[in-house]
């Protein structure tokens, strides 16, 4: 196995994926203390971005928070008027890298009194700690995905089938092994020693698949790009900054509006950026919860880096 499948064994990088995990969790929670009906999304998630940079971190991905059918991948535009409002099921999700070690965490909180979507919540968290308490060397990835569909389902929901748990390494916030929260036939794969992965498994009282709608604001380098025509030279070094791992227009704020649009859409013309719209269920009544946490595969079990 190379470093990449097994980043923990790389030397000194545990104290480097835990000190990830203590920011990303500080932030996590710094979030959901912020998170209150009329509140703009974009501003707790800025809150949120400065405490990460101020406590010695780096951006592993955008702050995301997506509401309600959104599972996943909503991020604030920098001018997203848009407030949280009574009755949203509210999802944070916040990576944090520190020397390119990267931590992975979410967390869902409900603003208002329906029992239904306090349990819903429930069924996500109980869905993770499943997981954790399943994870470990020698277990097979398709033991876990049965251990978290059946936590989901024991408290009345289903899994989101197509969002998965991922690895995560060095300058890298999705690798190998893919954990799914529903086991068929082509989940594959066992935790060894030494992998760090983020578990995320997603309760819904829909239907269960999700998919992508709307503007994208999250984008990542997928190749350096042959010439720069077209292309700013202070927004490609932004980009170029990033070291591969994603940003969003909020990261580019600074810069000037229309050098940024310029520069992304030749980017994403020319097949060097990609892009990742919003994930959500077709049905704007369905509700949808998120619990995640971020783990190093020891030697007898998982250690937990963002609890």
């Not at 064994?9 to 203390?33: H, M, N, S, T, Y």
């Not at 097949?271 to 949808?288: E, H, K, S």
Request: charged letters at 25%; aromatic letters at 6%; a negative charge.
């Amino acid at each position: 196995m190379t470093s990449a499948s097994l980043p923990a064994l790389e030397p000194g990088a545990v104290e480097q994926f835990r000190a990830a995990g203590r920011i990303a969790r500080d932030a996590r929670k710094l979030a959901v203390q912020l998170i209150r009906p009329g509140a703009r999304l974009a501003d707790v998630m800025d809150e949120v971005e400065r405490f990460i940079v101020a406590e010695g971190g780096g951006m592993a991905f955008p702050a995301q928070t997506s509401r309600n059918h959104i599972a996943a991948h909503y991020c604030p535009a920098p001018k997203d008027r848009t407030t949280y409002q009574e009755e949203d099921v509210v999802k944070v999700d916040i990576g944090v890298e520190v020397n390119g070690y990267v931590a992975d965490n979410a967390q869902t909180v409900y603003l208002g009194e329906d029992p239904r979507y306090h349990k819903l919540i429930q069924a996500s968290a109980a869905g993770l700690e499943a997981a954790i308490q399943t994870a470990g060397p020698g277990v097979a990835v398709r033991d876990i995905a049965m251990a978290i569909e059946g936590a989901i389902l024991e408290h009345g929901y289903r899994p989101v089938t197509n969002l998965t748990g991922h690895g995560v390494a060095r300058w890298k916030v999705h690798t190998a092994p893919q954990i799914p929260a529903v086991a068929d036939r082509w989940t594959r794969g066992t935790l060894e020693e030494g992998m760090v992965v983020a578990i995320e498994p997603f309760a819904t009282n829909g239907a269960g698949p999700v998919q992508e709608a709307g503007k994208s604001e999250i984008f990542m380098l997928q190749k350096i790009p042959r010439k720069l025509k077209g292309i700013d030279h202070s927004v490609w070094a932004a980009i170029e900054g990033m070291k591969g791992l994603p940003f969003s227009r909020r990261t580019l704020a600074n810069l000037p509006e229309e050098a940024v649009e310029n520069s992304i859409g030749r980017l994403r013309r020319t097949g060097c950026l990609i892009d990742f719209p919003p994930l959500v269920d077709t049905d704007p009544a369905v509700r949808i919860a998120q619990t995640e946490h971020t783990m190093i595969v020891t030697s007898d079990g998982v250690e937990v880096t963002t609890a």
